[in-house]
């Protein structure tokens, strides 16, 4: 019989710890291996009991230093690229380096989005990103485009849209075998809500973006299955007091999580609250919809076939000036959530961590701090800097 063999085990002290039931000061999270053993209070005190939970002789103690803060790792659902990388059209290893630029800001779990390109791009796209997805380093493939509304088209290229028949959409979900977590498409456009039918059978996430829908046509979507509004009020029709739009529809129903760009640049500040006092922290997920400039700097760049330019942070289409995309990671807009929009640390955690993890499937790997869960978590200083990442038990940036 093999000899019993204990993993010794990390535990991070001293901190003001966020976990489901509250913010926990002086509060510890033990990890072992890749998963959180144990979270609690204090030294001793677990709130797991027995087992060999508490305190080890062996046990590596980090004192994280009163008022700093453990917060669960970062879930980004809605991605394009980072570091002076494109997740669209950068090699394996490029898309690699651009979600290693990410995890330094705190998102350990990363959907790798595409903009619209050919189908037989897409194809070829899916199956190399598909193997990211197998051995781990990425959590899921989402398209963006082509199937989205030349009305709203944002910055994808218009001469490859195309309406989104269901064909067409089986051959990308198939292409990303399995991996395919989430579809934007405008579902007004012919086949639309047989496409969101088609995704919702086959478990990806219809979601609800470069859309001109009206209401009704937002209303019939949902009730085909849509769940998640991509970057709510950018690239649909603003909200009108007689022709409301697709806005009031996604944020009513209960079965909708809303994708919000939280950099300053995409929302003001009082229509974010607006949303967020509406659908609530369980009903939104932060998103970066970063492109390559993240991490990175200013600049010119590629986004899919389009060429941006990056001036002090914020991305345009170089011909037309179009907002493309955005230079935000995480961390940003945790901070902008707590210090700005005066979100409770509980909320903001939810927004940018828990509620994407669930939204996705992952949350029983992810999304909080929690034991039996992945040892995916960001430490920050009390100005809200990330100073430490840990990714499955391993460290990104060390404390
Ligand atoms: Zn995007």
């Known amino acids: 019989m093999a000899p019993v063999t204990t993993t010794q085990r990390t535990v991070l002290a001293g901190a003001r710890v966020v976990l489901p039931s509250g913010v926990v000061d002086g509060g510890r999270v033990t990890v072992e291996g890749t998963r959180i053993a144990s979270v609690g209070p204090a030294l001793g005190a677990d709130t797991v009991s027995g087992n060999g939970s508490g305190p080890r002789p062996d046990d590596v103690v980090v004192d994280l230093g009163a008022g700093h803060l453990v917060v669960p790792g970062f879930v980004d659902i809605h991605n394009h690229g980072g570091g002076g990388a494109s997740f669209t059209s950068g090699t394996a290893e490029d898309v690699l380096k651009g979600v290693q630029t990410h995890r330094e800001h705190g998102t350990t779990t990363l959907v790798v989005s595409t903009v619209t390109e050919s189908m037989d791009f897409l194809v070829r796209r899916a199956g190399m990103l598909s193997e990211l997805v197998e051995q781990g380093d990425i959590a899921g493939i989402h398209y963006e485009g ?20 269901p064909a ?7 292409a990303a075998r399995g991996t395919a977590k989430m579809v ?10 047989d496409s969101v039918r088609l995704l919702a059978e086959r478990g990806v996430i219809a979601a609800i973006g470069h859309t001109d829908a009206t209401y009704e046509q937002t209303v019939e979507a949902i009730d085909a299955g849509a769940t998640v509004a991509t970057h709510l ?13 697709p806005i009031p529809a996604l ?17 003001h500040p009082s229509v974010l609250e607006l949303a967020f006092g509406s659908a609530g922290a369980d009903r939104v997920a932060f998103i970066t919809d970063a492109m390559d400039a993240a991490g990175f700097g200013d600049g010119m760049y590629e986004l899919g076939p389009l060429r941006v330019e990056v001036r002090e942070g914020v991305a345009r289409l170089a011909d ?10 995480l961390d940003t807009a945790f901070k902008r959530a707590v210090t700005v929009d005066r979100l409770s640390l509980p909320d903001a955690v939810r927004a940018i961590s ?3 993890a669930r939204l996705i499937g992952l949350a029983d790997r992810t999304g909080s701090l929690e034991p039996g869960k992945d040892a995916d978590l960001v430490v920050l200083t009390p100005d809200l800097t990330v100073t430490a990442v840990m990714r499955q038990g391993t460290w990104i940036l060390h404390p």
């Open 146 to 165: 082509p199937f989205i509304s030349p009305c709203r088209k944002g910055a994808h290229d218009e001469s490859l849209l195309r309406d989104p028949d």
């Open 168 to 174: 067409d959409v089986r051959t990308l979900i198939d």
């Open 184 to 193: 934007t498409l405008a579902a007004e456009l012919p086949g639309g809500i």
């Open 233 to 245: 009020f950018n690239a649909m029709p603003p909200l009108a007091h007689r022709a409301p739009g």
């Open 251 to 267: 944020l009513e129903d209960e079965r909708v999580t809303i994708e919000l760009v939280n950099d300053g640049t995409h929302l």
């Open 320 to 329: 037309t000036g179009t907002i493309a995309g955005s230079t935000l990671t």
């Open 354 to 356: 828990t509620t994407p």
